[in-house]
């Protein structure tokens, strides 16, 4: 029920009050026999009209395009046009008949102060007369019936009218027969772009990003950009949950991966390079490439940010974490903290013979993050400067997890581009199924730096606002959804990826995915994992793995060994 | 919907400017759009396709911007109409703009003139 008094906003003018004051609600209600709902949904006033002439023309100049105002009053239909207002030379002549409705809009209008007015009860007309004309017509008053909705073709979906959906015969079907899963296609290898195809494929079935583009977050339609990657993902997730199952060609992005290469890294022998061979790239640099691009298209540039901590588009709300890193000086304790935003970690697999004494080896997933959030003592010629001390000092590096990003990347680093080393490292390395980040985040790690410190109570201190993670914490327990993997030789190997779908995992070699047991998946050479935040997996496993929460004692004690040294040291 | 065609070539340069009394070929095009009852249909289809491409949204929130910078009270219809009609007209998609010129181009085939 529309309440009878106007919003606190709002002031109708005076001519308005005026209006209502002498007759009320008395025009509004006549009117509501005239007000007529005309697809889509638009509410407009009906005129009388005889055969010779259908169309309303205005009284003085018989126009009958533009805006056509009918009076309150009197009914008398004029023109409006901001040069020449003959509705407003009949207010002027006629006083009292200030008012008048906009023909096409069903919309109040005050001939003296040129502009539309609103009120309560006009709209409770306007409503009740579009209630009662839904309830009469079953088809289009033009006698139209509506297009079939085809949801994936260009264009033709955004922002149409809600039409109620009824199952039609051939759904059961669909639900029965236990199709393969939706969205499951292959990609056709255009010359080497396997290392794009086992990434799209992660992409494809990351789940957030998948809600994105087939919800059409990013419309095509009202895309400004010649070239648009984001325009590009729209087509691909719109092809590769078509129910074809043909493989496709992802032609587009792999174009515009070049094009915005060049644009962007601005790095000829690359761009020439990479099109005259069709050389093989790395997945990894193009998963970076992607993400990089989808931001700059971001359709809303206001949330787009400088600072990619902040930037609210979708592939960084998907994808960017927060790594914070401590330096801390050996001479004085002094720790300088710097946050910085990441889309993914990347791992390093080599270990020291010493490291593989103290840590579990780097060849699972857990052993390379322990290695990575360990503290790691820079070298002589590595000294910073430290504030307090005013001088450069030796000084201990430790990194952690600031801000879990709602899907986590790691990149193994298998290959190693330098001056004098050009190879891959083909170490096996073990990944979990179901992921606990919670003692690699920030406020563990400087938990177990400190000891049980006072001053480093949860919020207070430099643990800021980290939320208390002693404890496994929801949105710490993330699942594995997809694997890329690298095979072969550093140059002239191959990629494929591993989605894990409703229970089952799927690899995905090119234009060919077959189902494969998961034993397969465990033992592929990782060299991306793909984890998402468990709330949002599709895949939620109810199993807790034993092992894996002893392993989390273990290195526990470990670190706990470690820093305690340090802590020694350091105030020796 | 406005009809951007050519002026007949039966007058000379010079004598446009004279109102004439026998109507010029837009507005007897426009005439007989309006008397067949296609005018009213074509409206119809082009509202469609606008908001079927996302034009209407994105001109109501190009309306809300405008009118979220001047301030609710400061803005008057003729001046919002004023701010956006060039934007409007701009971001019509070329297909839609297409098929109802292909549409006008049909319907005036078929009448006698």
Redesign the interface.
Known sequence: MVTKSSSP?Y?PCEHLVDYKSKHSTRGFRALQRCIVV???G?PSVRTLSCDED??PRCASCAK??GRLYACLICSTISCYS?SSSHARSHALELPGHELAIDLDRAEL?CCIC???VYDADFDWVVVCAHASSLAKCTSFS?GRTAPPLNVYSR???????YKPWEPSSKDPLVLERGAAPLGLRGLTNMGSTCFMNSVLQALLHTPPLRSYFLGHCH?K??CQSKVCLGCDMDDMFAAAFSGDRTPYSPAQFLYRRYLFLFSFLNSWWQHAANLAGYEQQDAHDFFISAVEGIHANSQQPELRKGNDAECRCIVHRVFSGLLRSDVTCTACGFTSTKNDPCVDISLDLESTALEKQIYASSSTLLGCLDRFTRPERLGSNERFFCESCQSRQEAVKQMSVRKLPVVLCFHVKRFEHSAKNYRKVDTYVQFPLSLNMACYLSSSIARLRHGNRLIFVEGKGELGGDNDSGSTSPSSEFELFAVVSHSGKLDGGHYVAYLRLGGEWYKCDDAWITRVGESVVRATQAYMLYYVQRSLSDESSTTIPERFNQHQTLVLDEKIGYTSLLADAVQA | MELECRRASLHRPGEDLHKRDEPSLQEAINLKLVESGEKEKLKDLLRERLIECGWKDELKAQCRAFTRKRGRSNVTIDELVRAITPKGRALVPDDVKAELLQRIRTFLLSVQF
């Open positions: 906003c002031r005309l697809p889509p638009r259908p169309v009958s395009h901001s209008f040129n502009d539309q033009n264009k033709r979906n955004r922002g149409a009218e419309n339609a009202a």
